[in-house]
């Protein structure tokens, strides 16, 4: 059975995702993520020099004051921060990367038994799509809906990874999309590669993250029995499911020796799964094309995408945040995830799916993309004939955008006629 396929006006948007409307080239039924409007608003820092109607004039009068007393404080701050490393979490990171390159040597030498490796690789990509088709796409974005059965499953395989618990995950990627590239967004890839990477774990967060945090909306978790037990005995969870049962069953069945188990089925592995998620905090927000927006910091990255089971087309999900499929890609070459998920519909343990149209894909490919949106040319067509119909309609800004593009000739004749 494919999946159930509603269209973003019928379908119930998370409420993370659907509230920026000031943006002046938003089209009718067209959905936004805070994301992108975010991109388009001022910052902070420039909205500081617009004058509000009811601002006394002589408010704006030293703005190199404002600038020096916003620079001590950033300064001040910055200071703080330079000490307040978080230590319990950088020497978990730091012992647990240790333990990984002496997995990694023992995998080097050759001494494991062949059961093994294919056992490290099974439970990698298990705990994978528990980040992924779980905290990801279930809990943070609710982009489709999961029977229990299946939620317990991703309850379980999220705790392989070990990627602490559900309700932190979560409202950490909710903050991430919200606020995207800002000071609260936990991991702002602003901040240099590694920040984005895992240095955001290594310190204190910063203190609009904090602020956001206790903001944000996670009433939707508290409700759900299995965040809740995964919530209260976490720790346990993780001792059995992250290093446990992963050590011991090649132990216990097959005679694996008790120290090569746990170097390379429990930390090696714990290791690997974490840079393929941190990947798409980093080299995902860094490198690669802008297909559907190019004002903003995710991109469409491959490799990225095949180390995380289809979460690096991160333009697209950062544009289309409430997709289940995190992508535009057809089949599942390339978004392992979305596989996952589909076999799971076809038991009845996932359902009530949402997708962006292709049509709404498409206008919002021609009117914001950077031109690298690769699709065949009637859909390209056709979309940039709907938004020369748009320009007719008194919307400049879209047969500008027609113009610009310069992919059809035809019909960039006919912007320019209509914007003089
Ligand atoms: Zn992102
Ligand atoms: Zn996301």
Not at 100 to 115: D, E, H, K, T
Not at 196 to 210: D, I, S
Not at 261 to 267: K, R, Y
Not at 363 to 372: I, K, L, M, N
């Amino acid at each position: 059975m494919p999946p159930n396929i509603v269209t973003p006006e019928e379908s119930n948007m998370s409420s993370d995702n659907n509230n920026g409307n000031n943006n002046n080239n938003v089209e009718e039924g067209d959905i936004i993520t805070k994301t992108s409007v975010v991109s388009s608003l001022p910052s902070e820092n420039q909205s500081r020099h617009f004058q509000h109607p009811d601002q006394p004039v002589e408010d704006l009068q030293h703005p190199e004051e404002d600038d020096k007393k916003e620079h001590e404080t950033q300064e001040r701050w910055e200071r703080q921060q330079g000490g307040q490393l978080a230590w319990r979490s950088t020497i978990l990171i730091l012992s647990l990367h240790l333990l990984s390159a002496a997995g990694c040597w023992v995998l080097l030498i050759g001494g494991l038994c062949r059961a093994t490796i294919v056992w490290t690789i099974l439970w990698g990509i298990g705990g994978g799509l528990g980040v992924t088709a779980g905290a990801h796409r279930l809990w943070a974005h609710r982009s489709y809906s999961a029977r229990r059965p299946l939620r317990i499953l991703l309850m379980i395989l999220f705790t392989v990874a070990g990627e602490n618990d559900i309700y932190e995950w979560t409202r950490d990627h909710r903050l991430h999309h919200r606020h995207s590239e800002t000071d609260a967004d936990p991991h702002n890839a602003r901040r240099g590669f590694f920040f984005a990477h895992c240095g955001w774990l290594m310190v204190r967060k910063h203190p609009e993250v904090m602020r956001q945090g206790a903001k944000t909306d996670l009433s939707d978790l508290l409700r759900d029995p299995v965040v809740r037990f995964q919530r209260k005995y976490y720790l346990r969870l993780v001792a059995l499911f992250t290093f446990a049962i992963p050590t011991l069953v090649p132990v216990l069945v097959w005679g694996e020796s008790l120290l090569y188990a746990f170097l390379v089925a429990g930390c090696f592995k714990y290791t690997c799964t974490l840079h393929c998620t941190w990947l798409v905090n980093s080299a995902a927000h860094m490198w690669g094309m802008h297909p559907y927006e190019e004002g903003i910091n995710p991109a469409e990255n491959h490799f990225v995408a095949f180390a995380a089971l289809g979460e690096g087309w991160h333009n697209y999900h950062h544009v289309f945040p409430w997709d289940y499929r995190a992508a535009e890609l057809p089949g599942y070459v390339g978004n392992l995830t979305t596989g996952f998920i589909d076999f799971f519909s076809t038991l009845g343990w996932a359902y009530n799916f949402k997708t962006a149209s292709p049509d709404l894909v498409a206008r919002r490919a021609v009117r914001t993309g950077d031109g690298s949106w690769n699709t065949p040319k009637e859909r390209r067509r056709s979309a940039a004939k709907e938004l020369l119909l748009a320009g007719t309609r008194g919307t400049n800004q879209a047969a500008e955008k027609v113009r610009e593009s310069c992919v059809f000739k035809g019909l960039r004749k006919k912007a320019e006629e209509l914007r003089n």
